[in-house]
């Protein structure tokens, strides 16, 4: 089992410029959220999917962020424009629906923007 | 609405030293419980998980849980703490729908 996988590990952009990570979930699972991390807010859920329909965006900071979900196994979230505050770690994770089921993370994109 | 709540940001501990971290979590119905570690510069792992029967919960490299219905709570515990244990430590919920709920963590520091 690959885990769930995300790309790139490290990013590194300049201010203005369109971000996009990726995710592929674990196979089977139908669940998928993406989370940001950082120092001074924590981990922050952003917005989830189920069954490749976004359930809940109400953690999405603002209109520069958006968050696409094309088939069962890929996941983007795109940031454009980016702005230095949005330097976080990105995490991905998914499950397999049913509430006794734990969610896997994956092992988040550090992005740096100038 | 579900929500979590761990009383420590952080705690600092000797090694061999006993540790408790709190967790209350605001739910009325039922629930299944977890704890989740992240060890410095790595991805959230999934400590123990509770969701039926024995309310003492056995985890991995010798941590437990206990959920105690009546105070809403799910505390971690560990009787011997080692400097690997440093790390940072959720406590999460899921009641009813896909989502779980985080608590804001709390950063474990284990002094040699």
């Known amino acids: 089992d690959a885990g769930v996988i995300q790309s790139p590990r490290h990013e590194v952009t300049e201010m203005g410029q369109e971000v996009t990570l990726r995710c592929k979930p674990i196979?089977?699972?139908?669940?998928l959220f993406w989370y940001r991390q950082t120092m001074m807010r924590g981990l922050e859920l952003l917005i989830y999917f189920n069954n490749n329909v976004p359930i809940d965006d109400s953690g999405m900071p603002e209109d520069r962020f958006s968050a696409k979900m094309p088939n069962a196994s890929f996941s983007t979230l795109k940031i454009q424009p980016s702005e230095p505050r949005d330097s976080a770690v990105y995490f991905c994770?998914?499950?397999?629906?049913?509430?006794?089921?734990?969610?896997?993370f994956g092992p988040g994109t550090r992005l740096t923007v100038l | 609405a579900q929500s979590v709540s761990q009383h420590n940001h952080h705690v600092i501990l000797s090694e061999a030293a006993s540790l408790e971290l709190g967790c209350n979590y605001s739910y009325g119905g039922t629930v299944n419980l977890f704890w989740y570690v992240q060890y410095p510069g790595q991805h959230l792992q999934l400590l123990l998980k509770y969701f039926s029967g024995d309310p003492l919960v056995k985890g991995i490299k010798g941590f437990e849980a206990e959920f105690i219905k009546s105070k809403f709570s799910f505390n971690l515990r560990k009787p011997s703490v080692q400097w690997s244990d440093t790390a940072e430590y959720f406590c999460a919920v899921n009641a009813r729908d896909d989502k779980i709920i985080f608590g804001k963590g709390t950063r474990l520091h284990i002094l040699p």
């Open positions: 994770a998914s499950r397999k629906s049913g509430t006794y089921n734990e969610q896997f």
């Open positions: 196979s089977g699972h139908n669940s």
